[in-house]
Nanobody, 118 residues
Framework: QVQLVESGGGLVQAGGSLRLSCAAS????????MGWYRQAPGKQRELVAS???????NYENSVKGRFTISRDNAKNTVHLQMDSLKPEDTAVYYC????????????WGQGTQVTVSS
């Protein structure tokens, strides 16, 4: 099994920054792609950013140029640096990890709240 624990959420003013972190433990050799999803009240969960094991990132259009995803395979961590935050970024952010093998995963963290005030 893999456990994912997020941290770094909080309350910030528009234009501010936050850095989210996700630590994976357990059978981490199972993990392939990692990423961050977010879900605002009344809305569907959406993929914010993902990063492959070799470091290739992908971003949702609304966060391009503002957010940066990174990972450290040796430390089994993934981070999301969020700059120029907007009120519409307010959501619960969830760490996600895909499995290398079809019969395992995906894995989800419990989520961390990000609130951006105007």
């Amino acid at each position: 099994q893999v456990q994912l624990v997020e941290s770094g959420g909080g309350l910030v003013q528009a234009g501010g920054s936050l850095r989210l972190s996700c630590a994976a433990s357990g059978s981490t050799v199972t993990i392939n792609i990692m990423g961050w999803y977010r879900q605002a009240p009344g809305k569907q969960r959406e993929l914010v950013a993902s990063i492959s094991r070799d470091g290739s990132p992908n971003y949702e259009n609304s966060v391009k140029g503002r957010f940066t995803i990174s990972r450290d395979n040796a430390k089994n961590t993934v981070h999301l640096q969020m700059d120029s935050l907007k009120p519409e970024d307010t959501a619960v952010y969830y760490c996600h990890a895909g499995s290398r093998w079809l019969h395992l995963g995906p894995y989800w963290g419990q989520g961390t709240q990000v609130t951006v005030s105007s």
